[in-house]
């Protein structure tokens, strides 16, 4: 049996553009109300035991979730004289850059993932699937590691849930795809709900052997091989006004960063994917690069020289690169 010898970290984790890890569950138009600047998910069920003492309104609710006539729970409440918001559920402030079109009148809308108490957090789970990326690319070299069985590594190195976050924390995240084809930022009809660039995330890091405990004090040093891996391989082909600057040390997270945060770069076979991808969908030389849009943030970095404020993006259509993240490590 082997010998257990116990070392904590704690990992800090911050958010440099916006962060979505998804919980399965999408709103639809028919499951959210936009009022007073703010988009607001109540609960369903509170509401429909509230139309119990009105046969009329009971029955035109049930009637309006179960017709495919698009329409949203904004209009069907107003149409019924219900002003009633004291529903449940929880609320997101509008920032303007959910759609450059129709403000307010948005689709389908993916959650993020929430606990056994209905609190946003991110899994121990998700963040360890960022690092065991980083460290199958930049120490293992092979993505044919021991898993699940006795010789497991990465058993070894336990990930915690992080504590909750805030429902003030997020927004709703657009996806932008910019194309080198077309050299142009596409707005497409997904959004998620996501944490907002610069918000601050702890995590505790349990390692349960010496070779676990070296990987972690290894990890800042892969992180930035890795980026440099990600960079040349796919990020410098896009204009670097779109490129944000690391904050910590470099790791991307969570859905919509895509394909080359997340891959094996020594064994991916990219042809063999964009030969099975149908064509309408067909990848263009490496990819679009993933970009969401959110306020511009300052934020102040301090050097040997002193104190100096920059901004978190670098050009003027508000994008950021979806999921980037930064990161600091200590023992404790």
């Not at 042809?271 to 990848?283: H, L, S």
Request: hydrophobic share 35%; aromatic share 12%; charged share 30%.
């Amino acid at each position: 049996m082997k010998k257990l010898t116990y070392t904590k970290f704690k990992l800090s984790l911050v958010t440099v553009g916006p962060v979505h890890i998804g919980s399965g569950k999408t709103y639809n138009q028919k499951e959210y109300i936009f009022e007073d600047g703010y988009y607001y998910f109540p609960d369903l069920t509170i509401l429909y035991k509230k139309l119990l003492s009105n046969q009329t309104k009971r029955l035109a609710f049930e009637k309006f979730l179960s017709s495919t006539k698009k329409e949203r729970l904004t209009s069907f409440l107003n149409n019924i004289k219900f002003a009633d918001r004291d529903l449940g559920g929880y609320k997101i402030k509008a920032t303007g850059y959910e759609s450059s079109k129709n403000f307010g009148q948005l689709n389908d809308i993916s959650q993020f993932i929430r606990n056994g108490l209905n609190e946003v957090y991110i899994p121990g789970s998700s963040l360890k699937g960022a690092l065991r990326t980083i460290l199958v690319n930049e120490h293992f070299k092979t993505n044919n590691v021991n898993w699940g069985d006795a010789d497991d590594i990465f058993n070894e190195l336990r990930v915690s849930d992080s504590e909750p976050i805030s429902t003030e924390r997020l927004i709703l995240a657009r996806k932008w795809d910019y194309s080198i084809k077309k050299e142009v930022a596409n707005e497409l009809p997904i959004l998620r709900e996501a944490i907002k660039p610069l918000t601050i995330i702890n995590f505790e890091i349990t390692t349960t052997s010496e070779r676990a405990k070296t990987l972690v004090l290894n990890l800042t040093k892969y992180a930035n091989q890795f980026y440099n891996r990600y960079k040349t391989k796919f990020l410098e082909e896009f204009p670097n006004k779109y490129q944000q600057e690391n904050i910590w040390y470099p790791l991307y997270l969570g859905s919509g960063s895509g394909l080359w945060t997340k891959v094996d770069y020594y064994h991916v076979k990219i042809d063999e994917i964009k030969r099975r991808t149908p064509r309408r969908m067909k990848m263009k030389r490496n990819g679009a690069l993933k970009l969401t849009k959110s306020k511009p943030i300052k934020y102040a970095l301090t050097t040997k020289d002193g104190r100096e404020e920059k901004v978190l993006i670098k050009n003027k259509e508000h994008l950021y690169e979806m999921g980037k993240c930064g990161f600091k490590i200590k023992e404790v």
